[in-house]
């Protein structure tokens, strides 16, 4: 088999790419743009794949399709199946309900090496995931590799027929990949253009020109200097979801990483000198496994297992990840890659067998129904308006949708019965947010919650009426296609009319409203696509509960209960209060384990408010 030179400098870049992803994914604030370490990856790829294909088609004549896939095979599979493995447990172990049946069908697809559609597919967004997020979402970017290794040899192996077409079919396949990624492009939605192999494959394609047309002795180094200035200010100024990334910016970013790579191969300069200092290379040659199992690490060691955060938090994440790549590579990657450590023809289908049954057996208790506590009665009962248990009726976002949930029958004891019409996503505020980079485009529930909790009020004539909410109303709005900022006088005046209007809908003669105090909040930052800066500043926090106490004020059919100070003793995040687990993973929602003690706080003011309700007018 022709080999290509080994080249330090390109395992110094590969540590570059994949020390970005994982401060980035650590929450580095300075790195918003360390997301696009993975397009350095992709460039690398093009250019490694491409060039080892011609070096083969040189020396032989053709392209040895089955040696080439069985060679991709050793070198990524057995890594990936120990994550697999990791994951599995983990799931046995560790995982909530809600994470299972996510585990499940993202494992499979990573063996399939689909999981980049099934994310387009399913309609998921690191935006739109309200539970703790699966140890699995990043392998989106190898799965788009994995596709390249099937498809691209057997296209190149056409195009070499015809030499001379080579590059000018990539080029245009790169263009077409940007336009196409600027044509689909929608800012309340990225998961399309962010994951699709079409749209992201202008990094890999780039990257096979410049394995066509490379002559490392004619090559300038000022070009590797700027490629290399501009991703650094990349990494610090871009965000998933700006639009100019889209439309244009992810293309820059393929030709940055191509010129360093180009410059990482030259025969000498100073990005080459400066990508093989130690210990680059060393890290570079371990950045697959420290990119597979980062992730797993991240989620399963959050601030609520742990108890650290910040700093303390990204360091021992790193540490263990560092040990398990090492580890990895040591005694899996590099034995089976070399062959030192030979598997019968059967073992790789086998394997492949055994870890889908692992993570389907470790996540089957998703499919299992659970008994809860106590459910919700369901928004279609009927109520006894003269006697009987206080009829309450929860409204709100998701966090009151999580306090709802399960409600603790035993500690009802028959006094109260409890129905849901807390909405997912769904603040009061009805307008687009900004929450981070992204827009999110509230939907038609959250649009038309006034009617459908005044049907509820309507049907059940409820004695108390809980509202919860804030996780939503912290984030910046859009008013006429201008960003409105947080806490501005439009959007205090936005806020304080829609807060007006939920009371007027749900304060009705004889039921009494308890609106409860935002929480502090611990968002767990999902990955790319961000909003838990803004959750987890309690300064925005203080100013939705100055406007609901606001709200409130001067209305003798409301009152407020200070959840928030129960929730946050000393205005601090707790997950657990008195030895009982309270928050979810995610640092936002209410945890089941907690809903006995939760309640216990709410229930006096619930029947106080009920026996008001029942003596007015």
Same mark, same amino acid.
């Not at 190898?142 to 070499?160: D, G, R, S």
């Not at 406007?547 to 657990?576: K, Q, Y």
């Given at each position: 088999?022709?080999?290509?030179?080994?080249?330090?400098?390109?395992?110094?870049?590969?540590?570059?790419?994949?020390?970005?992803?994982?401060?980035?994914?650590?929450?580095?604030?300075?790195?918003?743009?360390?997301?696009?370490?993975?397009?350095?990856?992709?460039?690398?790829?093009?250019?490694?794949?491409?060039?080892?294909?011609?070096?083969?088609?040189? /020396?032989?004549?053709?392209?040895?399709?089955?040696?080439?896939?069985?060679?991709?095979?050793?070198?990524?599979?057995?890594?990936?199946?120990?994550?697999?493995?990791?994951?599995?447990?983990?799931?046995?172990?560790?995982?909530?309900?809600? +994470?299972?049946?996510?585990?499940?069908?993202?494992?499979?697809?990573?063996?399939?090496?689909?999981?980049?559609?099934?994310?387009?597919?399913?309609?998921?967004?690191?935006?739109?995931?309200?539970?703790?997020?699966?140890?699995?979402?990043?392998?989106?970017? =190898?799965?788009?590799?994995?596709?390249?290794?099937?498809?691209?040899?057997?296209?190149?192996?056409?195009?070499?027929?015809?030499?001379?077409? =080579?590059?000018?079919?990539? =080029?245009?396949?790169?263009?077409?990949? #940007?336009?196409?990624?600027?044509?689909?492009?929608?800012?309340?939605?990225?998961?399309?253009?962010?994951?699709?192999?079409?749209?992201?494959?202008?990094?890999?394609?780039?990257?096979?020109?410049?394995?066509?047309?490379?002559?490392?002795? $004619?090559?300038?180094?000022?070009?590797?200097?700027?490629?290399?200035?501009?991703?650094?200010?990349?990494?610090?100024? /871009?965000?998933?979801?700006?639009?100019?990334?889209?439309?244009?910016?992810?293309?820059?970013?393929?030709?940055?990483?191509?010129?360093?790579?180009? /410059?990482?191969?030259?025969?000498?300069?100073?990005?080459?000198?400066?990508?093989?200092? $130690?210990?680059?290379?060393?890290?570079?040659?371990?950045?697959?496994?420290?990119?597979?199992?980062?992730?797993?690490?991240?989620?399963?060691?959050?601030?609520?297992?742990?108890?650290?955060?910040?700093?303390?938090?990204?360091?021992? $994440?790193?540490?263990?990840?560092?040990?398990?790549?090492?580890?990895?590579?040591?005694?899996?990657?590099?034995?089976?890659?070399?062959?030192?450590?030979?598997?019968? %023809?059967?073992?790789?289908?086998?394997?492949?067998?055994?870890?889908?049954?692992?993570?389907?057996?470790?996540?089957?208790?998703? #499919?299992?129904?659970?008994?809860?506590?106590?459910?919700?009665?369901?928004?279609?009962?009927? #109520?006894?308006?003269?006697?009987?248990?206080?009829?309450?009726?929860?409204?709100?976002?998701?966090?009151?949708?999580?306090?709802?949930?399960?409600?603790?029958?035993?500690?009802?004891?028959?006094?109260?019965?409890?129905?849901?019409?807390?909405?997912?996503?769904?603040?009061?505020?009805?307008?687009?947010?900004? /929450?981070?980079?992204?827009?999110?485009?509230?939907?038609?529930?959250?649009?038309? &919650?006034?009617?459908?909790?005044?049907?509820?009020?309507?049907?059940?004539?409820?004695?108390?009426?809980?509202?919860?909410?804030?996780?939503?109303?912290?984030?910046?709005?859009?008013?006429?296609?201008?960003?409105?900022?947080?806490?501005?006088?439009?959007?205090?005046?936005?806020? $304080?009319? +829609?807060?007006?209007?939920? *009371?007027?809908?749900?304060?009705?003669?004889?039921?009494?409203?308890?609106? *409860?105090?935002?929480?502090?909040?611990?968002?767990?930052?999902?990955?790319?696509?961000?909003?838990?800066?803004?959750?987890?500043?309690?300064?925005?926090?203080?100013?939705?509960?100055?406007?609901?106490?606001?709200?409130?004020?001067?209305?003798?059919?409301? %009152?407020?209960?200070?959840?928030?100070?129960?929730?946050?003793?000393?205005?601090?995040?707790?997950?657990?209060?008195?030895?009982?687990?309270?928050?979810?993973?995610?640092?936002?929602?209410?945890?089941?384990?907690?809903?006995?003690?939760? &309640?216990?706080?709410?229930?006096?003011?619930?029947?106080?408010?009920?026996?008001?309700?029942?003596?007015?007018?």
């Amino acid at each position: 088999m022709n080999r290509l030179r080994h080249e330090p400098a390109l395992d110094g870049l590969r540590a570059v790419a994949v020390a970005v992803v994982l401060l980035y994914h650590g929450g580095v604030s300075w790195l918003p743009g360390g997301f696009l370490g993975v397009d350095v990856f992709l460039a690398l790829s093009g250019y490694l794949i491409t060039a080892l294909l011609l070096a083969e088609h040189a /020396a032989t004549g053709g392209i040895d399709l089955v040696a080439f896939w069985s060679r991709r095979a050793r070198r990524l599979l057995p890594a990936l199946l120990l994550v697999l493995l990791g994951v599995a447990a983990y799931a046995a172990v560790l995982a909530g309900p809600d +994470e299972l049946a996510r585990i499940r069908g993202d494992g499979l697809a990573s063996l399939a090496y689909v999981a980049n559609w099934r994310m387009i597919l399913s309609g998921d967004s690191y935006f739109e995931q309200f539970a703790a997020p699966s140890p699995l979402r990043h392998l989106w970017s =190898l799965a788009i590799e994995q596709q390249w290794y099937l498809l691209w040899p057997v296209a190149l192996a056409l195009l070499l027929r015809a030499r001379r077409w =080579l590059v000018p079919v990539l =080029l245009a396949a790169a263009v077409a990949s #940007a336009v196409l990624m600027a044509v689909v492009f929608d800012p309340a939605e990225v998961s399309r253009a962010y994951y699709g192999t079409d749209t992201r494959a202008q990094a890999l394609v780039l990257g096979a020109v410049l394995a066509a047309v490379l002559r490392p002795h $004619r090559l300038v180094p000022a070009g590797g200097v700027l490629g290399l200035m501009a991703l650094a200010g990349l990494f610090t100024l /871009a965000h998933g979801t700006d639009p100019w990334l889209y439309r244009g910016g992810f293309a820059l970013v393929a030709v940055a990483s191509v010129a360093v790579v180009a /410059a990482a191969v030259a025969p000498s300069g100073p990005v080459r000198r400066l990508l093989a200092m $130690r210990p680059l290379p060393a890290v570079g040659r371990i950045s697959y496994g420290l990119y597979l199992w980062h992730w797993p690490v991240y989620v399963a060691l959050t601030p609520t297992r742990v108890g650290l955060a910040g700093a303390p938090l990204l360091a021992l $994440r790193l540490v263990v990840t560092a040990t398990l790549a090492a580890v990895s590579y040591r005694l899996v990657e590099q034995p089976i890659r070399t062959a030192r450590l030979r598997l019968p %023809r059967p073992a790789v289908p086998a394997a492949l067998a055994a870890v889908a049954v692992l993570v389907v057996a470790s996540t089957v208790g998703a #499919a299992l129904p659970r008994a809860p506590v106590a459910s919700a009665r369901p928004a279609t009962a009927s #109520a006894d308006v003269d006697r009987g248990p206080a009829r309450v009726l929860v409204t709100g976002d998701s966090v009151a949708l999580t306090l709802s949930a399960h409600v603790p029958a035993a500690l009802l004891g028959g006094r109260a019965e409890v129905t849901s019409e807390a909405i997912l996503g769904c603040g009061v505020i009805r307008v687009d947010r900004h /929450a981070g980079p992204f827009i999110h485009v509230p939907a038609e529930d959250c649009r038309t &919650w006034p009617q459908r909790w005044q049907r509820a009020v309507d049907r059940l004539r409820p004695d108390v009426a809980v509202l919860l909410l804030g996780a939503w109303e912290v984030f910046d709005i859009r008013l006429d296609g201008a960003r409105v900022p947080f806490g501005a006088p439009a959007h205090e005046a936005l806020l $304080r009319r +829609e807060l007006r209007t939920a *009371l007027d809908v749900l304060g009705t003669g004889r039921t009494e409203v308890l609106v *409860l105090t935002t929480p502090c909040f611990a968002h767990f930052d999902q990955a790319e696509f961000r909003m838990g800066s803004e959750r987890n500043d309690p300064e925005r926090v203080r100013w939705v509960n100055r406007m609901l106490r606001e709200a409130v004020a001067g209305r003798p059919d409301a %009152r407020l209960v200070d959840f928030g100070a129960r929730l946050c003793p000393g205005g601090r995040f707790r997950s657990s209060i008195g030895g009982v687990r309270v928050r979810a993973d995610d640092g936002v929602h209410l945890h089941r384990d907690g809903l006995a003690l939760v &309640w216990s706080w709410l229930l006096p003011d619930v029947l106080s408010a009920a026996g008001r309700a029942r003596s007015g007018p």
